[in-house]
């Protein structure tokens, strides 16, 4: 899998896990996902951080971890790669 197809496969994690009305198109691959234009709060980082753990078996361990892996959809591929 590229890394923009696998790019795109989390954009659509993010939509289907937090219910969003957007396209992975409508999501830029370095658009911050926390306060940027999704509009994304803690409630949705930890919905997030559980989705990416039963999807992927990939944990984020702490805050300071969780910062820099939503930091954009990007980064959130690259981390999940990295950490399968």
Do not use: C
Not at 21 to 27: A, G, L, M, N
Not at 34 to 48: M, Q, T, Y
Not at 53 to 65: C, G, L, N, Q, S
């Amino acid at each position: 899998m590229t890394q923009s197809s696998f790019v795109h496969e989390i954009k659509e994690l993010i939509i289907s896990s937090l219910k969003l009305d957007k396209k992975p198109e409508d999501i830029a691959d370095d658009a911050p996902l926390f306060g940027g234009g999704l509009g994304l709060d803690s409630i949705d980082a930890l919905e997030l951080a559980v989705a990416i753990e039963r999807a992927y078996r990939v944990t984020i361990p702490d805050e300071k971890v969780g910062k820099q892996a939503f930091t954009s959809a990007a980064a959130l591929a690259d981390y999940v790669a990295k950490n399968r």
